[in-house]
């Protein structure tokens, strides 16, 4: 028989029981979270080193090598075929040589200089072994062509000035004498010519060849040029000629109606109240697809706050084209403009680390594919037709995209690289569909992309800028150089042009001189196209 108090005591132990086994399912629950929040920052992290090593050492090309199939609702045989569309065929000759191809070679070579070189037989067998009679050339046959590296050289030019006399009037009251004209100097007392100034020019901003090591090339040539002088020379020539052309172009830029903005970094060593090793920015301002010359314009700044392309755009009105950069939203009076290059970059990473195994990562690089392959398709349309074309087949494709977007991102972990391109882009949306508003509007930012990336390449030889003085005259002959190759200028005759005809200071008289020396000038573009 059972007691109370043995009852009792039976009571306590299952309610004591009851507890214990609350407070083990409370610590199972907690060891679970901990476990889930723990393998989200396990995959965050390999997340993060598949994305560096793909960063170092795979391929930079965003190109899509193939259509992605796996969405069969894009139609790609209906959308793509082309029943005018002819297939390249390639003609051989009897040498088994491409006509095309050796059509390309002899584009390539036609405006070289070419010297013949006649191949003669010795004095000793001009005889004939059979009747010893002299030989007589009967003509000449065509061996090949070969390309001739002639070395470059210097020499000194120096400069004498003639003068001149009248013999009459010699000994009168009023001799006259008269000197010849002598070119004015680029730099007082200096050794620099437009030529040499140009070419040093040209080999640090096109070539990315830093001056340590042009300071070895011209000490090979025979003369020992430090490096202190030529940044002198440049930095001379970039302030006292070249900025007032940039300029020029600067005010030309802001009264077009659609632009191109971007940003990269660099360290400048001596920026006051900075340390040496915080980051400073380039940005690059680039004309649109608006069918007018392209300017492209560079300017330093100590930082990356939104007040900086807010002060530089104040007087501009119409398409700004941006990555996702928050700062932009400081630009008031435009319609801006998102970069879908930017948002399938996104998923790219998403899908670079999930190692291709995340299907609705390539469902997001899917739909951008299929955006540029329609775009593609667009390109050599008017401003009105593709307005209305583009309206037509992306408008329902993006349409459709964020459908998906919104269906897929509450089953998404948003700490995850797939939930970070679909918060970007919700983030965005505001702006991804503006381009369509007008058919001059371009679906990425590619344009100021491409614009930086020769400043990104010459970063990675000369690393760093000194000064910010250094620094804004890097930014003024980037102007200067960048515009030139994209208005297909030749930029070495170009510089030694220009450093030849500024000196003489006529334009500071007549500042509308600039227009004719810029390189969106026909005169220009006449004299030095490629």
């Known amino acids: ?7 009792q005591e039976y009571i306590t132990k299952i309610h004591t029981q009851e507890v214990v086994i609350e407070q083990l399912k409370k610590e199972i629950e907690l060891h679970s979270k901990q476990n889930e929040f723990l393998q989200q920052q396990v995959n965050s992290l390999t997340e993060i080193l598949i994305q560096m090593r793909k960063d170092k050492f795979g391929s930079k090309s965003e190109k899509t090598k193939v259509l992605d199939n796996q969405l069969n609702f894009f139609n790609e045989p209906e959308l793509c075929a082309d029943p005018e569309e002819t297939e390249p065929i390639v003609k051989i000759d009897k040498k088994g040589v491409s006509v095309r191809a050796r059509k390309v070679r002899e584009d390539s070579l036609k405006d070289l200089p070419i010297e013949v070189h006649e191949y003669k037989l010795p004095e000793s067998e001009m005889t004939c072994p ?23 050289q210097i020499a000194i030019e120096r400069l004498m000035q003639n ?16 000197k010849a004209t002598v070119p004015v100097s680029f730099m007082p007392h200096s050794l620099a010519s437009a030529g040499s100034v140009a070419e040093v020019v040209t080999q640090k901003y096109v070539n990315s060849v830093p001056l340590y090591r042009q300071e070895e090339i011209w000490k090979n040539l025979g003369i020992e040029l430090s490096r202190a002088t030529m940044s002198n020379w440049v930095i001379y020539g970039a302030e006292n000629y070249l900025k007032p052309i940039a300029d020029r172009l600067k005010e030309r830029l802001l009264v077009r109606d659609i632009l191109h903005v971007d940003e990269t970094t660099v360290q400048v060593l001596k920026e006051d109240g900075k340390k040496p090793e915080t980051k400073s920015y380039m940005w690059v301002y680039r004309s649109g697809n608006d069918g007018r010359k392209p300017i492209v314009i ?9 007040e900086i392309p807010e002060e530089f755009l104040k007087d501009f009105k119409g398409y700004l084209h941006t990555d996702g950069y928050a700062g932009y939203n400081k630009v008031k009076g435009v319609i801006r403009c998102g970069c879908w290059a930017h948002l399938r970059r996104k998923f790219v990473e998403a899908d670079t680390a999930s190692k291709g195994e995340d299907g609705y990562a390539k469902i997001g690089i899917a739909y951008c594919d299929k955006l540029f392959y ?19 087949t992306e408008k329902p494709l993006i349409d459709e995209f964020w459908d998906w977007i919104y269906k897929t991102a509450p089953i998404v972990l948003p700490k995850t690289k797939l939930g970070k ?67 297909g200028i030749n930029v070495r005759d170009y510089l030694e042009y220009l450093f030849t005809v500024m000196p003489t200071e006529e334009w500071r008289k007549d500042p509308d001189i600039l227009d004719s020396l810029t390189p969106c000038s026909p005169e220009i573009r006449k004299k030095f196209k490629n």
């Open 421 to 487: 391109a679909i918060a970007y882009a919700i983030n965005q949306k505001p702006y991804m569909e503006n381009y369509l508003k007008d058919g001059r509007c371009s679906i990425s930012n590619n344009v100021a992309e491409n614009a930086i990336r020769p400043f990104t390449v010459g970063r990675k030889n000369w690393l760093f800028c000194d000064t910010p003085k250094g620094a804004d005259a890097s930014a003024v002959i980037y102007s200067i150089v960048e515009t030139a190759k994209a208005n």
């Open 163 to 178: 003068a001149y006399e009248c013999p009459c009037c010699k000994g009168t009251e009023h001799p006259f004498i008269r």
């Open 298 to 306: 560079y300017d330093y700044k100590p930082s990356r706050d939104g």
């Open 374 to 392: 329609i775009e593609d398709q667009l390109k050599e349309l008017s401003k009105e037709e593709r307005y209305r074309k583009r309206l037509e």
């Open 1 to 7: 028989m059972v007691t109370p108090a043995k009852e």
């Open 130 to 152: 059979q009747c010893s009679h002299s030989l007589k050339k009967i003509g000449s046959q065509f061996v090949r062509d070969i390309i001739k590296y002639i070395p470059a």
